[in-house]
Every structure is written in structure tokens, then in C-alpha cells.
């Protein structure tokens, strides 16, 4: 198996764009997790889906973060608009076990930069 | 919820020398705990796991007792490498809310 696939690896953007950060989770596993890493916080899950469904977003920062999961092999992450405070590596980690997810597998991540 | 609470690094050892990284966590029952190591550039892959007390998780010379009298479980290994170089992170696992709760991490300096 490839594992967990994010993409871009790495994004530079001006503040005020749009990002989109893509996911691809391993192969039959049922939840599918977004986590912030930076220096000042260190990880933060910020939304996490069972079957394709969010469960919970309480960690997403405000209303200029949305996550999608249309299909079971398929996430995204969008930040509308960006800030330069948005800085930081999005990893996205998969779980294979329905009801519950107590391993994680995570993607290499993705380091975004907002002028 | 739960919580997780790492020594901070980093950790600065020679080669070949004793590791122990310090974890306690916080939890309303009993969580199956883990060990997570993230190497440069790389994402977080998981180490070692126990999923009841006095069990023991072991990976790569690494080891860890899940201690519920003292809400702990320490990282140790006997004999550290260079290629041990990385962060790692305790976390607990909260049945209730699916989810796990990460420490802030240690980083691990291993020198030749």
C-alpha cells in the first residue's frame, strides 16, 4: 500500500488567497483525521470524518477553514482566505478500525507558507 | 477528556547512552496509550502501543509500561543511535470522543 497521500508537499501562497490541501487515505480505512502542526501549539486535530461523515470540527480554527470528504478515498482541506498565521505543516492520518480509530497512519504532510 | 503531558526536550544523548522520555496522562477510565516518532520531514508513524495496565508496548529496542497507579508511560530504550534522532509524542486514546490526545512532543538529539 502507498499509505496516506497528501498533496502539494509544500505550498507558498499570499495572504489572502485561497488553499486547498489534498488528501488520500489509505485504502479501506473508515475515519480519516486533519491535524495542524506548528512550533507554538503543536498538534491539533482540527476535524476528523467516520465514512466520509464530519464528526467532529470543534478544532477547526474559524470559518475560513473547510473540510470535504466526497468519497472514501478523497479529502480536502480549504482555508479561505489564507493568513499569514495559517502558517504551519497540515498532516492527514487514516484509521483502519469502525468504531475505533486508537491507530493512526499519517501522510508526509503539507507545509504551507502564507505571505 | 483526556490529556497528555510530555518532559520537554530536547534531549540531547550520546551515542549508545540510556533514553527515558517522561510521559503522564489524565483520562476518565482507562485509555489505550501510544508512542508516535516523527522524523524530519516526515510524518508521524506509530512506535509502540499498550492497551491496559501493566501491559507492554515494544518496537525497536524501544519499550513502555502502561502504569496506572502513576498515570504514566515512559519511553525507554538501553542503547540509543544517531538514527534516533526524532520527536516523539505520547498520546491517549479516548474511547468516548474517538480521538487521541497528543502530548507536545520531545525532540531526541542523539550525537556520534
Known amino acids: 500500500d502507498a499509505g496516506v497521500i497528501q498533496s502539494p508537499r509544500h505550498e507558498v501562497t499570499e495572504m489572502g488567497q485561497e488553499v486547498t490541501l489534498r488528501c488520500k487515505p489509505i485504502s479501506g480505512h473508515d475515519y480519516l483525521f486533519w491535524y495542524r502542526q506548528t512550533m507554538m501549539r503543536g498538534l491539533e486535530l482540527l476535524i476528523y470524518f467516520n465514512n466520509n461523515v464530519p464528526i467532529d470540527d470543534s478544532g477547526m480554527p474559524e470559518d475560513r477553514f473547510s473540510a470535504k470528504m466526497p468519497n472514501a478515498s478523497f479529502s480536502t482541506l480549504k482555508i479561505q482566505p489564507s493568513e499569514p498565521r495559517d502558517s504551519a505543516v497540515y498532516f492527514c492520518?487514516?484509521?483502519?478500525?469502525?468504531?475505533?480509530?486508537?491507530?493512526?497512519?499519517f501522510g508526509p504532510g503539507t507545509r504551507l507558507t502564507v505571505l | 477528556g483526556n490529556s497528555v503531558t510530555q518532559m520537554e526536550g530536547p534531549v540531547t544523548l550520546s551515542e549508545e547512552a540510556f533514553l527515558t522520555i517522561n510521559c503522564t496522562y489524565t483520562?476518565?477510565?482507562?485509555?489505550?496509550l501510544f508512542w508516535y516518532v516523527q522524523y524530519p520531514g516526515e510524518g508521524l508513524q506509530l512506535l509502540l502501543k499498550?492497551?491496559?495496565?501493566?501491559d507492554k508496548g515494544s518496537n525497536k529496542g524501544f519499550e513502555a509500561t502502561y502504569r496506572k497507579e502513576t498515570t504514566s508511560f515512559h519511553l525507554e530504550k538501553g542503547s540509543v543511535q544517531v538514527s534516533d534522532s526524532a520527536v516523539y509524542f505520547c498520546?491517549?486514546?479516548?474511547?468516548?470522543?474517538?480521538?487521541?490526545?497528543f502530548g507536545g512532543g520531545t525532540r531526541l538529539m542523539v550525537k556520534p
Open positions: 492520518a487514516s484509521s483502519p478500525r469502525t468504531g475505533k480509530p486508537d491507530t493512526q497512519y
Open positions: 499498550a492497551t491496559k495496565a501493566d
Open positions: 498520546a491517549a486514546y479516548n474511547n468516548a470522543g474517538n480521538m487521541l490526545t
Open positions: 483520562a476518565t477510565g482507562y485509555p489505550s
